[in-house]
């Protein structure tokens, strides 16, 4: 994935005809609401000239600290993990259901954020924030290690690995540039985003 890649697959199977329910619908939609408004403010940009700089941040999964645990719940993302802790149980049943991906550490999405706005020289980037692949059991083998008295769900058979290879290199750059470090560990991203709920 570079900055010319769009998800175009989704849009079309978040515009196929019905049905309209489940889990994966609703996926299909909201991914592909991310796509088409990102391509309309490009388009925007193009057609209209301002007198503005137009920098996108492109992040997978964002996983990390949780900042008010107590005000918002695990929503989004942050309830992958807390879905993983509880072994896909309840109202976390449809989680299960990710495909495997890339990551981010909330933390490290927001100073690309920041560094996206502040630094001048940066003009019309597509910023790919995605720091290393992981699948479901990725977070098991960290949970396991951190927390060796808990007892977790077995491994999950045939899960597979993003294989893709992204172009995360500007973002990472920029990440390095505000803070100071590359991209935050899986490991310790895992140990954030549980230290809200354990």
């Given at each position: 994935?570079?900055?010319?890649?769009?998800?175009?697959?989704?849009?079309?199977?978040?515009?196929?005809?019905?049905?309209?329910?489940?889990?994966?619908?609703?996926?299909?939609?909201?991914?592909?609401?991310?796509?088409?408004?990102?391509?309309?403010?490009?388009?925007?940009?193009?057609?209209?000239?301002?007198?503005?700089?137009?920098?996108?941040?492109?992040?997978?999964?964002?996983?990390?600290?949780?900042?008010?645990?107590?005000?918002?719940?695990?929503?989004?993302?942050?309830?992958?993990?807390?879905?993983?802790?509880?072994?896909?149980?309840?109202?976390?049943?449809?989680?299960?259901?990710?495909?495997?991906?890339?990551?981010?550490?909330?933390?490290?999405?927001?100073?690309?954020?920041?560094?996206?706005?502040i630094y001048a020289d940066v003009q019309?980037?597509?910023?790919?924030?995605?720091?290393q692949p992981y699948n479901w059991n990725?977070?098991?083998?960290?949970m396991r290690k951190l927390y060796p008295?808990?007892?977790?769900?077995?491994?999950?058979?045939?899960?597979?690995?993003?294989?893709?290879?992204?172009?995360?290199?500007?973002?990472?750059?920029?990440?390095?540039?505000?803070?100071?470090?590359?991209?935050?560990?899986?490991?310790?991203?895992?140990?954030?985003?549980?230290?809200?709920?354990?």
């Amino acid at each position: 994935m570079d900055k010319g890649t769009w998800n175009d697959e989704i849009v079309c199977a978040a515009w196929a005809p019905p049905p309209y329910e489940g889990w994966q619908r609703r996926h299909n939609v909201y991914a592909a609401s991310k796509t088409e408004g990102e391509k309309v403010a490009w388009k925007w940009m193009r057609e209209n000239q301002p007198g503005f700089v137009l920098n996108t941040v492109l992040p997978n999964a964002n996983f990390g600290e949780v900042l008010s645990p107590q005000h918002q719940g695990f929503p989004s993302t942050a309830g992958w993990v807390r879905a993983v802790w509880e072994g896909f149980k309840g109202k976390y049943a449809d989680e299960a259901s990710n495909k495997p991906q890339y990551y981010v550490n909330v933390r490290d999405n927001a100073l690309v954020h920041v560094a996206a706005l502040i630094y001048a020289d940066v003009q019309a980037e597509r910023l790919f924030a995605f720091a290393q692949p992981y699948n479901w059991n990725d977070i098991l083998a960290v949970m396991r290690k951190l927390y060796p008295d808990r007892e977790f769900i077995d491994d999950i058979p045939d899960l597979g690995r993003d294989l893709s290879k992204v172009t995360n290199q500007g973002a990472e750059d920029l990440l390095k540039r505000i803070s100071g470090r590359g991209w935050t560990g899986f490991e310790q991203t895992i140990k954030e985003a549980t230290e809200g709920f354990i």
